[in-house]
Nanobody
Framework: VQLQASGGGLVQAGGSLRLACEASGRTFSGYHMGWFRQAPGKEREFAAGISWNSGSTYYADSVKGRFTISRDNVKKTVYLQMNSLKPEDTAVYYC????????????????WGKGTQVTVSS
């Protein structure tokens, strides 16, 4: 599976962005998909995840209530709607995929896309 993230940019605090991650290659629908982020000087961290059939979604406490993850298995795309953005959301955002059990450790993800930069100004 090849993953390509897009939709990042510069936004003021309180604004919104929608990230998209398009998959190509092998079957997309069987993969659990996650969004991770990495701020300068920090470890990569989990932000949001969604099970292969959209039956379950998962969020880090820091984004719960502000971010929404969704997917379209026909379009092979996973989305991250980010609202009420804060300067601390500034990071490079990555999408990633895994099979099997649901777990959101970065080390457990099998495929990664190149990141997209999100910058939130105060």
């Amino acid at each position: 599976v090849q993953l390509q993230a897009s939709g990042g940019g510069l936004v003021q605090a309180g604004g919104s962005l929608r990230l998209a991650c398009e998959a190509s290659g092998r079957t997309f629908s069987g993969y659990h998909m996650g969004w991770f982020r990495q701020a300068p000087g920090k470890e990569r961290e989990f932000a949001a995840g969604i099970s292969w059939n959209s039956g379950s979604t998962y969020y880090a406490d820091s984004v719960k209530g502000r971010f929404t993850i969704s997917r379209d298995n026909v379009k092979k795309t996973v989305y991250l709607q980010m609202n009420s953005l804060k300067p601390e959301d500034t990071a490079v955002y990555y999408c990633a995929a895994r099979l099997g059990s649901i777990a959101w450790s970065p080390n457990g993800m099998k495929y990664w896309g190149k990141g997209t930069q999100v910058t939130v100004s105060s």
